[in-house]
């Protein structure tokens, strides 16, 4: 039965298109006889990789406040309902031809590791191989599952008895049509998942615990575990395994300071073991830039004529104005525009990764998305900052001062709200373009915001997101309701008109 179970999901399972599982190269088109064949199995189904891109990560950082549109002169007219549907949260978005299907691409992997789970007790295998795939499986579903909720789920801090996300744990079909669990549901299997990975790494000899590889591991595991932790107001656990992360392994901050840039590589790559604070990298560069990298035609006004293409999407200066002077994180974190490197101060929505002298990502093979031990800093203070606030600000200024050119840090003294403010505050600074500001506005209770929009490079209004806005949440894809009808589509947003 089994035999047949996997690879008929592969082909009919309602949350993925035919033509996504036909691919004949599929290692899911062999059954696994042992455990090591099932860790390798994890590889090509549950592991979003380098060598590919799975577009998993591609909304994360273009539904938030780090980005506007650009005031270049770009003639957009051939593409602009669909760019305008994406660039301001319309009911219609996914609909409309610039968007990709994060929904299905999110459940393909799941159903990867749900495979692995699957077939556990029936392969060959000692006790530690069984535990390591057991681990990486657990840690990834609920990886997947943390995402997809917080995408298209309502903030569990503002409603988490409504619906969220199907919660699917076998890779086998089941009767009739999945329904939504609620945010709640899939929230606590999230904790439930996080930490039968963690029982599972803690069986592990160390070098199983955590490797130079891009296989999940331990710290990513108790790192994420403390972000989840964060996102439903739990401070406790929250700074519980953020500390397992500062305190339990060998991680240490990046000095800024100490990079030195080359002419094709002028950028540091943060999505790299180089980095001595890298705790798990995984995903293609390519899926994390995909939709921030939209370019349009280029006009010269004068005589408007087209002269090549620009990026439509810069960042925001709303986010430029968070730094201060010899913040080293400009022009580190984000790339300067080269297409506009006449200009100061212009700077295309992406970096951290490995990008070239032309502002470009490496696209070849290169990692786009990591955990960091920064993020584990952030959470500990933003856990602790009314019950421990000397803790607090020695975590913030530390990160703080490894930040900015040597000599020219000052230390911050803020106490209350004001600390607690600052601590996010510098969540944005740091983690910019890294799939986090989307989920924290989120998570401060969905404030609003406005993005402007420009015609040939003049500016004639804005998009604004209401404060509790229901755009916050994401419609469900138009067809993927049609294949579930199980399914009942979020509340959707008034479609936005410039203002």
């Not at 943060?270 to 390519?286: A, K, Q, T």
């Not at 004001?418 to 373009?433: A, D, P, Q, T, V």
């Not at 989307?438 to 997101?465: A, C, H, N």
Request: aromatic share 14%; proline share 4%.
């Amino acid at each position: 039965m089994k035999k047949n179970i996997f690879l008929i999901v592969m082909i009919l399972w309602g949350f993925c298109s035919c033509s996504d599982f036909l691919e004949p190269k599929s290692p899911s088109e062999y059954i696994p006889k042992t455990a090591d064949a099932l860790n390798e199995m994890l590889l090509g189904d549950a592991y979003a990789r380098a060598d590919n891109s799975y577009f998993i990560f591609s909304y994360h950082n273009i539904l938030d406040d780090d980005v506007e549109m650009t005031n270049e002169p770009i003639n957009y007219k051939m593409s602009i309902d669909g760019f305008a549907a994406l660039y301001s949260w319309d009911p219609d978005m996914h609909e409309m031809g610039f968007s990709v299907d994060v929904w299905a691409n999110y459940y393909r992997l799941i159903l990867g590791a749900n495979a692995a789970l699957d077939y556990l007790d029936d392969v060959r295998g000692s006790v530690e191989e069984k535990a390591y795939v057991a681990a990486q499986a657990y840690a990834l579903r609920a990886f997947y599952y943390f995402n997809l909720v917080n995408l298209f789920g309502e903030p569990y801090g503002y409603n988490k008895k409504a619906l969220g996300v199907p919660l699917k744990l076998v890779s086998s079909l089941t009767d009739g049509f999945d329904k939504q669990n609620t945010v709640e549901e899939v929230y606590d299997q999230i904790i439930c998942d996080l930490d039968e990975a963690e029982k599972n790494f803690l069986t592990l000899p160390e070098e199983k615990q955590y490797s130079q590889t891009y296989r999940i591991n331990l710290p990513a595991v108790q790192l994420l575990r403390a972000r989840v932790a964060l996102h439903m107001n739990n401070r406790e656990d929250a700074a519980k395994y953020a500390k397992k992360v500062i305190e339990g392994w060998n991680f240490s901050l990046y000095d800024l300071n100490s990079f030195k840039g080359t002419y094709n590589y002028p950028y540091p790559n943060f999505v790299s073991f180089d980095n001595p604070e890298m705790v798990w990298v995984m995903g293609n560069s390519d899926d994390v830039v995909d939709l921030l990298r939209k370019t349009f035609g280029y006009l010269d006004i004068s005589t408007v004529t087209p002269t090549g293409k620009r990026n439509a999407l810069n960042v925001s200066q709303d986010l430029l104005k968070c730094y201060k002077d010899n913040d080293l994180r400009v022009g580190y974190y984000f790339a300067n525009d080269y297409d506009k490197k006449a200009i100061q101060g212009v700077y295309v929505p992406w970096g951290k990764m490995k990008v070239s002298y032309n502002s470009a990502p490496v696209k070849a093979s290169e990692f786009g998305y990591a955990l960091r031990l920064s993020e584990a800093y952030l959470i500990l203070s933003e856990a602790v900052y009314d019950t421990d606030e000397e803790l607090a600000l020695k975590l913030i200024n530390a990160l703080r001062e490894k930040r900015y050119i040597t000599g020219t840090y000052e230390e911050v003294n803020y106490s209350g709200d004001e600390l607690l403010n600052f601590i996010r505050e510098e969540r944005r600074r740091e983690l910019c373009f890294e799939g986090q500001r989307w989920f924290d506005l989120r998570r401060y209770g969905m404030p609003s915001f406005k993005r402007q929009w420009t015609e040939l490079g003049r500016y004639v209004g804005s998009y604004i997101m209401e404060k509790e806005d229901p755009a916050y949440t994401l419609p469900i894809p138009a067809k993927i309701l049609d294949r579930n009808p199980a399914l009942i589509q979020n509340k959707l947003a008034i479609r936005k008109t410039l203002q």
